[in-house]
Nanobody, 126 residues
Framework: VQLQACGGGLVQAGGSLTLSCAAS????????IGWFRQIPGMERALVAAISWSGDNTYYADSAKGRFFISRDNAANTVYLQMNNLKPEDTADYYC????????????????????WGQGTLVTVSS
């Protein structure tokens, strides 16, 4: 699965951005998707994840109530809507995919994912 993330940019604190992750063969590979972020000098951390069916989602504590992950399998795209952004959300954001055994599976560890896209930079100014 090849992934391409986009939608990053510069936004003021309190603003919103929506990231997109376009995947090839998403439908045929039945992949679960995760959004991760990485701040320079720190480990890549999971922000949100969604199952192939879209029925199950996971959010890191820092994202709960502000970020929303969704997917459109017909369009082979997964979205991460980010609201009420804070300066501490500044990071490179990556999407990752893993073929699943079942439509409801989600994965919360970076090592679980088998395909990664390039990062898209999100900068939140105070």
């Amino acid at each position: 699965v090849q992934l391409q993330a986009c939608g990053g940019g510069l936004v003021q604190a309190g603003g919103s951005l929506t990231l997109s992750c376009a995947a090839s063969r998403l439908t045929s590979r039945s992949s679960a998707i995760g959004w991760f972020r990485q701040i320079p000098g720190m480990e890549r951390a999971l922000v949100a994840a969604i199952s192939w069916s879209g029925d199950n989602t996971y959010y890191a504590d820092s994202a709960k109530g502000r970020f929303f992950i969704s997917r459109d399998n017909a369009a082979n795209t997964v979205y991460l809507q980010m609201n009420n952004l804070k300066p501490e959300d500044t990071a490179d954001y990556y999407c990752a995919a893993r073929p699943t055994l079942g439509s409801g599976y989600i994965y919360t560890k970076g090592g679980d994912y088998t395909s990664w896209g390039q990062g898209t930079l999100v900068t939140v100014s105070s």
